[in-house]
């Protein structure tokens, strides 16, 4: 999974952040009143039915138009780049989005002034319940800061991140976006390959799974599950979410099968099997509605 910061000026209309685009009126009052150009980090954690249609700056890297699905940190500038001058509101990390897909550009049709670049899904996307402060010192450190508006980060910053947004109560630790995007990253890296190993093996008889799940410590407690319990799930559901019967919504970068996630209808947190009569398949969205019913 490719991790990327982007650097955005920030958003500084009064009023609860992310419920509505900038209107014209509001543009040009903010960027006169305070020197900016542009606004952009206000859009990028709105969602529109599920989907969140967000903003990148001119002439992405390359790596961020060939990612299938990409981790994206949304940092505020601090200081505005012609007048070298401090931004209000700068030097913030505002989020973090899992899953994202770089589309190119195109214009929101409820705007002129606006365009996107990336989607996500809502279930991936967790704006912070205030913004952590000190992102170049925490996200950047010997990073020249002005240099780039966007660039690869390391997935250690990426954790270091998320433990400090934790712990200084900007994100829940139980947080189920968190939850789901800890388990992308975790999955991406470990679990998927051992699904994907089993996979590619072919033969998967009825696998006896595990009615006692062990628990290994990572920056969550998880619980340790058996990968052909959830190959055996995923290769049943042949790309079908389970519940709402629709394709999965993008394909996984590392496993090239169709993303969908696999579900305990009894948690494995309340004693239920890690067995595949208590596993079903789900896209994103499907699985948010099981856990907020
Ligand atoms: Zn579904």
Same mark, same amino acid.
């Given at each position: 999974m490719d991790i990327f910061a982007v650097r955005l000026i920030p958003?500084?209309?009064? *009023?609860?952040?992310?419920?509505s685009y900038p209107t014209e009126e509001e543009k040009r009052r903010i960027c006169n009143n305070a %020197?900016?150009?542009?606004?952009?980090? &206000?859009?990028?954690f709105m969602s529109e039915s599920g989907l969140v249609k967000g903003y990148l700056p001119p002439s992405p890297l390359n790596k961020v138009k060939e990612s299938k699905d990409f981790v994206l940190i949304t940092i505020t500038r +601090?200081? #505005? %780049? +012609?007048?070298g001058r401090a931004i209000e509101g700068g030097n913030k990390i505002f989020g973090i989005q899992a899953g994202c897909v770089y589309v190119g550009e195109k214009l929101r049709?409820?705007?002129? =002034?606006l365009t996107y670049h990336y989607t996500c899904l809502e279930s991936f996307s967790l704006p912070f319940n205030f913004p952590l402060s000190d992102a170049i010192e925490n996200i950047e450190n010997d990073r020249r800061w002005g240099q780039n508006n966007f660039y690869e980060v390391e997935r250690l910053a990426l954790e270091k991140v998320i433990a400090l947004a934790i712990k200084q109560g900007?994100?829940?630790? @139980?947080n189920a976006v968190l939850q789901r995007i800890l388990s992308l990253l975790s999955d991406d890296d470990i679990f998927n390959n051992e699904v994907e190993t089993v996979l590619k093996n072919g033969e998967i008889t009825e696998p006896e799974g595990n009615r006692q799940p062990s628990q290994i410590e990572v920056l969550v407690n998880r619980f340790k599950r058996d990968p052909k319990v959830a190959a055996y799930a995923l290769r049943e559901a042949e790309g079908v979410c #389970?519940?709402?019967?629709?394709? &999965?919504?993008f394909i996984s +970068?590392?496993? @090239? =099968?169709p993303f969908l996630e696999v579900h305990h209808i009894i948690p494995l947190k309340e004693g *239920?099997?890690?067995t595949i009569d208590n596993v079903v398949a789900l896209c994103p969205n499907c699985h948010r509605k099981r856990h907020y019913g």
């Open positions: 958003d500084l209309r009064l *009023g609860t952040p992310y419920s %020197g900016i150009d542009w606004f952009y980090e &206000a859009v990028n +601090k200081t #505005h %780049g +012609k007048t049709p409820d705007s002129n =002034m900007c994100i829940e630790k @139980n #389970h519940d709402c019967n629709k394709d &999965a919504p +970068k590392k496993t @090239n =099968m *239920g099997e890690d």
